[in-house]
């Protein structure tokens, strides 16, 4: 039965390629930076990053991610379920008051 599906798959995955609208994964192997070095799925080598969302040039600042390294130390990867079933850590409400103080 998967065979069926997998020879379909495949023949739209191929009709797409040939009508040239197939848009290969680049990967990249460094910090999302003003500059990234590409390793596959494009010209290798480093490239000016115009495409990321990186305007402050946060996403790979020293102090944000010692500030992320800390709150992971901290508080651990997420919640693991909604607020509403295991409730509300203080972080959050300290940054819902930090929010409404600066509004």
Known sequence: MFDSVRD????TLDEIRAAGLHKPERVIGTPQSATVEVTSGGRP???LNFCANNYLGLADHPEVIAAAHEALD???????????I???????KELEQRLSAFL
């Open 8 to 11: 379909d798959l495949r023949t």
């Open 86 to 92: 295991c409730g509300t850590q203080e972080v959050h």
């Open 74 to 84: 901290r508080w651990g990867y997420g919640m693991a379920s909604v607020r509403f």
């Open 45 to 47: 080598g480093e490239v």
